[in-house]
């Protein structure tokens, strides 16, 4: 696979699912609402996804060392990764219970980073449990922090 689109896959799924799973679990801390937490995924899927694929496209021509087609074969394909990959958290809010969907969600976004992080330190020849282990942590802390954050929202505003 081409570096460039390796480049904006890597990034979009990463940020497709620490994005998506911090807000869901945010908004459903705070609101317990599927239609909120559905529009806040659709809102990442479109809003971010553009945003990301943008920051991409920026930092890559900020680079002297890529082509024009490798700036947008990362832009395309961050943009691509983050959107569809987004949106595959809006099917478990649909069939079940949000809480329920949510729970569903952080593991198909977990075992996602640890299949895609396992890949790239296997690529790597590097440690595929440092690796995957660095990049879980950070996408539990943002899961935990974003919990507390919209039970605060609630209880402040609520």
């Known amino acids: 696979m081409k570096h460039s689109i390796k480049t904006g896959i890597s990034f979009g799924l990463t940020s497709g699912i620490i994005t998506t799973l911090g807000l869901m679990v945010g908004l459903n801390s705070g609101t317990h609402s599927k239609l909120v937490v559905i529009g806040g995924i659709l809102t990442i899927a479109i809003a971010d996804a553009f945003s990301d694929a943008l920051g991409i496209h920026v930092s890559e021509e900020s680079e002297d060392r890529h082509t ?20 595959t958290f809006i099917i478990p809010v649909l069939i079940f219970s949000l809480s ?16 895609m992080s396992y890949a790239l330190a296997k690529e790597q020849n590097k440690s595929a449990g440092k690796i995957i282990f660095e990049h879980l942590i950070i996408a539990v ?13 609630s209880l402040t505003f609520g």
């Open 68 to 87: 024009a087609k490798e700036i947008w074969q990362s832009t395309a394909s961050t943009f691509l990764a983050k959107f569809i990959f987004a949106l």
């Open 141 to 153: 802390i943002v899961i935990i922090a974003t919990h507390y954050v919209g039970k605060l929202i």
């Open 100 to 115: 329920l969907a949510v729970i569903i969600s952080v593991i198909w976004g977990l075992a996602v980073l640890s299949l």
